[in-house]
């Protein structure tokens, strides 16, 4: 049997994280509890070893929400998106209060052109009624898939 697990260990592992990328609290605590969970009294040394680094200001869920969306926006993801990505990694302020915080201004229109310009380069063709319906709806569910609001690309799909 080894030696019991102590709070250096616990910090080491969540430095080591931190040290690849930026993460939110709760990703860390599941990343350690995955890596530590069949030792005693793991949940208080993680949560310790959370607040401090928190205290700190080496772990921030504003500063890896910020980095997240910058990243996402690149990719090409709309407000919809956004919310749901960060909701998947533990941060529970939506995407509007994190890019006020990261100094953010997107206008979402000229986003969802870019997108819409780059998947779609061509306009939808004139030809049967059903196949212009049909292409219609799959530019319209891809920018949905994507995240965007249907204010901000309709206007593309009949242009």
């Not at 990719?75 to 529970?92: A, H, N």
């Not at 990261?102 to 998947?119: G, M």
């Not at 949905?144 to 799909?157: I, T, V």
Request: proline share 4%.
């Amino acid at each position: 049997m080894g030696k019991p697990l102590s709070p250096n260990d616990v910090r080491r592992a969540a430095m080591d994280l931190l040290a690849r990328r930026e993460h939110s609290v709760d990703e860390v605590r599941k990343k350690l509890a995955r890596r530590f969970g069949r030792e005693p009294d793991v949940e208080q040394l993680i949560e310790g070893q959370l607040g401090r680094l928190v205290e700190e200001g080496l772990l921030s869920d504003s500063r890896f929400a910020a980095a997240m969306l910058r990243q996402l926006i690149l990719k090409g993801l709309g407000p919809r998106r956004l919310d749901q990505e960060l909701r998947q990694r533990g941060i529970r302020d939506s995407w509007q209060a994190c890019a006020e915080l990261a100094d953010l201004d997107v206008d979402w229109n000229e986003q969802a052109q870019i997108v819409y310009s780059k998947k779609f380069p061509q306009q939808i063709t004139r030809g049967d009624r059903d196949s212009q319906r049909k292409e219609w709806a799959k530019r319209a569910r891809f920018m949905q898939y994507r995240g965007f609001e249907p204010d901000h690309f309709m206007g593309l799909l009949d242009g």
